[in-house]
């Protein structure tokens, strides 16, 4: 099993450019989230999808952040424009959509804007 | 409102000693789920156990239980013989109906030599 998939890696860009995060979650998981982990703000659920749908994007920070989820094997987050402030760990994590059912995170995209 | 409260920021603990990390959560939903994550220095979170608010018995995997405690909404997560390698950022979790998984702030646990 590959695990939940998170492209890219790192990303340093420039203030006001767009940022495009990647997710592949792992085959036949019905649940996928997108979180954002700071030093100061700790780890945040930004948005979460069932079966390709969002049920919760109250987490987003505001309209320059925006996910979607186009069919069940990938997913994106998109910051437009990126702020220093977003510079950050992004993790995609995808389960089954039980309350027992644990999350597996992916490894994340270290987002670093300059 | 559901929350979930890690009230110690950090640890040191002598290795081979067991280790307990404290979680009190907060919830109206009799039905959830509650969850530990480890977070080693490579920034990767790594599961490691999981209670049902219905389960009977406390959970254990491994070197890992969890002392469950319902009335009191408390969930700690107890490392028994700690190593060098369980020195880490935890994170305690719950997971309720509405799918949502919420964490609290870690407790960062360094094991000395």
């Known amino acids: 099993d590959a695990g939940v998939i998170q492209s890219p890696r790192h990303e340093v860009t420039e203030m006001g450019q767009e940022v495009t995060l990647r997710c592949k979650p792992i085959s036949g998981h019905n649940s996928l989230f997108w979180y954002r982990q700071t030093m100061m703000r700790g780890l945040e659920l930004l948005i979460y999808?069932?079966?390709?749908?969002?049920?919760?994007d109250s987490g987003m920070p505001e309209d320059r952040f925006s996910a979607k989820m186009p069919n069940a094997s990938f997913s994106t987050l998109k910051i437009q424009p990126s702020e220093p402030r977003d510079s950050a760990v992004y993790f995609c994590?995808?389960?089954?959509?039980?309350?027992?059912?644990?999350?597996?995170f992916g490894p994340g995209t270290r987002l670093l804007v300059l | 409102a559901q929350k979930i409260t890690q009230t110690q920021p950090g640890m040191f603990v002598q290795e081979k000693e067991a280790v307990t990390l404290d979680c009190t959560y907060d919830?109206?939903?009799?039905?959830?789920?509650l969850f530990w994550y480890k977070q080693p220095s490579s920034g990767e979170m790594i599961f490691l156990i999981y209670q049902g608010s219905y389960d009977q018995q406390n959970a254990t995997e491994g070197r890992y239980s969890l002392n469950f405690q319902k009335a009191r909404k408390s969930a700690n997560l107890v490392i028994s013989a700690s190593q060098l390698g369980d020195s880490a950022m935890y994170f305690c979790?719950?997971?309720?109906?509405?799918?949502?998984?919420?964490f609290g702030k870690g407790t960062r646990l360094h094991i000395l030599p």
């Open positions: 999808f069932n079966n390709n749908v969002p049920i919760d």
């Open positions: 994590a995808s389960s089954l959509g039980q309350i027992q059912e644990t999350q597996y």
């Open positions: 979790a719950m997971r309720n109906r509405d799918d949502k998984i919420i």
């Open positions: 919830t109206s939903d009799p039905s959830y789920g």
